[in-house]
């Protein structure tokens, strides 16, 4: 199976939202006490990558697992409850 925000999506019946997403990104990395740069290289991934997403322009799952894992947080984290 691979992974898709439609995925994610159906798992939890709810509908998503890239603002929505955008903004518990932000919200939990600030939370954590992490940076941009900081969550950029833990991730493996470019500042510009997490701007993207804390902008809403992109809701790439594989990134938001990434973030997820860095953050030491469930993914679901970032979605609609």
Request: aromatic share 0%; glycine share 0%; charged share 10%.
């Given at each position: 199976m691979t992974i898709s925000i439609n995925n994610f999506a159906s798992a939890n019946g709810a509908k998503l939202s890239p603002q929505h997403i955008a903004s518990a990104v932000a919200e939990t990395r600030r939370s954590v006490g992490y940076s941009i740069e900081e969550?950029?290289?833990t991730t493996g991934?470019?500042?510009d990558e997490i701007v993207r997403i804390e902008n809403g322009t992109d809701?790439?799952?594989a990134k938001l697992k990434r973030i997820?894992?860095?953050?030491?947080?469930?993914?679901?984290?970032f979605l609609p409850s």
């Open positions: 969550l950029a290289i991934l470019v500042n809701a790439d799952p997820a894992a860095a953050l030491k947080v469930p993914v679901t984290t």
